[in-house]
Antibody, heavy 117, light 110 residues
Framework: QVQLQESGPGLVKPSESLSLTCTVS?????????WSWVRQPPGKGLEWLGE???????NYNQSLKSRVTISADKSKNQFSLRLSSVTVADTAVYYC??????????WGQGTLVSVSS | QSALTQPASVSGSPGQSITISCTGT?????????VSWYQQHPGKAPKFMIF???NRASGVSNRFSGSKSGNTASLTISGLQAEDEADYYC??????????FGGGTKLTVL
């Protein structure tokens, strides 16, 4: 079955960019699905960051739109997140997830990214 | 756009039923049937429970059910069990193709 796995640095300095990759196994990202990023600050709720279709079409959280970029690499069966100009407030567990049935049906295990100097 | 509104906490005794509400607007919850519910245990990724208001995801117990009236969606858990103790989140796509989450509800099984 389809599985998702996030990867990337666990520590990022303030004002730098955060970059994460989600590797999809057991299936192709070139299906009739969108692929999404969600984050969860420690002890807080879920926040949707955005989503991408394999064609490259994207939708973003408007409150973060100027800092978020989501891209896809069909050859590697991966999609990625870049968040620029990070601050301490961007410290969170970052999840990638598959969009299906108008919800997020398959999630990665999540990866903690801390922003600190 | 603001998050959907959920109660911060609910509680119930084993065997009882509880309901968690999720209130939005005509642009999200009330505008279509794209409401989902997720269960999250501490330190774990969210689990897809309910989609499109009232459909159970694969493998989800029939003790979990969803409904909607106007701008408010609800998740009902019947026959509460200790393993149901978790955080629950609702989500809804909006008319502008954004996904909104609720603030989350902590369920305590007494």
């Amino acid at each position: 079955q389809v599985q998702l796995q996030e990867s990337g640095p666990g520590l990022v300095k303030p004002s730098e960019s955060l970059s994460l990759t989600c590797t999809v196994s057991g299936g192709s990202i070139s299906t009739f699905n969108w692929w999404s990023w969600v984050r969860q600050p420690p002890g807080k709720g879920l926040e949707w960051l955005g989503e991408i279709y394999h064609s490259g079409n994207t939708n973003y959280n408007q409150s973060l739109k100027s800092r978020v970029t989501i891209s896809a690499d069909k050859s590697k069966n991966q999609f990625s997140l870049r968040l620029s100009s990070v601050t301490v407030a961007d410290t969170a567990v970052y999840y990638c997830a598959r969009v299906a049935r108008n919800g997020l049906d398959i999630w990665g295990q999540g990866t903690l990214v801390s922003v600190s100097s | 756009q603001s998050a959907l509104t959920q109660p911060a906490s609910v509680s119930g005794s084993p065997g009882q039923s509880i309901t968690i509400s999720c209130t939005g607007t005509n642009s999200d919850v009330g505008g279509h049937n794209y409401v989902s519910w997720y269960q999250q245990h501490p330190g774990k990724a969210p689990k897809f429970m309910i989609f499109e208001v009232s459909n159970r995801a694969s493998g989800v117990s029939n003790r979990f059910s969803g409904s909607k009236s106007g701008n408010t969606a609800s998740l009902t858990i019947s026959g509460l069990q200790a393993e149901d103790e978790a955080d629950y989140y609702c989500s809804s796509y909006t008319s502008s193709s954004a996904l909104l989450f609720g603030g989350g509800t902590k369920l305590t099984v007494l």
